[in-house]
């Protein structure tokens, strides 16, 4: 069974500062998919960024990137400019590419706090 | 695009009664909706996935006999908490898949903005 590991229960950062959130998995399969979510004090879970198993370039939307280390099971998260509206909980998941299930394997997320 | 909401936001219920849980699909059809429950300061725990069409599959723990879901469109899928006791409080967050070949990519689950529910 695949697994997600996010080892820091809390994260801080300094306004306009960069931070990465980590993330490491488990799994036998070699396609499948990578998530961040974002989960403000509202509870709205939000889409951070997706990435794809087979694709080596690293994903990246605006101030957001990752670091996907397919060999080592790795798949960071990189906030740079930080913003207090960064602040919130973060997830990281997986989603296996067969099957016709599709459902995700989330972490057990990271709290981020963003000071001004 | 690739919005999902959650109808109601909060409902408080007393014990005995059933709760009705809708989850739409906005801006996308949908065949697999997904039921997570989330107690505070965890993570999302799936309970069950629903498919357009046909029976949900539920995960291991979770009595389907409580939780009955019913997805009888591609836009539409609903949990019914049956008999609620105050273990059953909870936030309950819903997401959806789209289908194929549309803007949003199918591997991808939108969430709808989650139902917080409280059983006296």
């Known amino acids: 069974a695949q697994t997600v590991t996010q080892s820091q229960p809390e994260m801080s950062v300094q306004e306009a500062e960069t931070v990465t959130l980590s993330c490491t998995y488990d799994?036998?399969?070699?396609?499948?998919?990578l998530f961040w979510y974002k989960q403000p004090p509202s509870r709205q879970m939000i889409l951070v960024i997706r990435q794809e198993a087979y694709k080596q370039q690293n994903a990246t939307e605006n101030r957001f990137s990752v670091n996907f280390q397919k060999a080592a099971k790795s798949f960071s998260l990189k906030i740079s400019d930080s913003q207090l509206g960064d602040a919130a909980m973060y997830f990281c998941a997986y989603r296996s590419a067969g099957g016709s299930q599709g459902n995700l394997i989330f972490g057990k997320g990271t709290k981020l706090s963003v000071k001004p | 695009g690739a919005v999902v909401s959650q109808h109601p936001s909060r409902v408080i219920c007393k014990s005995g009664t059933s709760v009705k849980i809708e989850c739409r699909s906005l801006d996308f059809q949908a065949t697999t909706m997904f039921w997570y429950r989330q107690f505070p300061k965890q993570s999302l725990m799936l309970m069950a996935t629903?498919?357009?069409?046909?029976?949900?599959?539920?995960e291991q723990g979770v009595e389907k006999d409580k939780f009955l879901i019913n997805h009888a469109s591609l836009t539409l899928s609903t949990l019914t908490v049956t008999s609620a006791h105050p273990e059953d409080s909870s936030f309950y967050i819903c997401?959806?898949?789209?289908?194929?070949?549309?803007?949003?990519?199918?591997?991808?689950?939108?969430f709808g903005p989650g139902t917080r529910l409280t059983v006296l």
């Open positions: 629903s498919n357009e069409g046909s029976k949900a599959t539920y």
């Open positions: 799994t036998s399969e070699s396609d499948y998919y």
């Open positions: 997401s959806a898949s789209p289908v194929g070949g549309g803007a949003s990519p199918s591997d991808t689950q939108y």
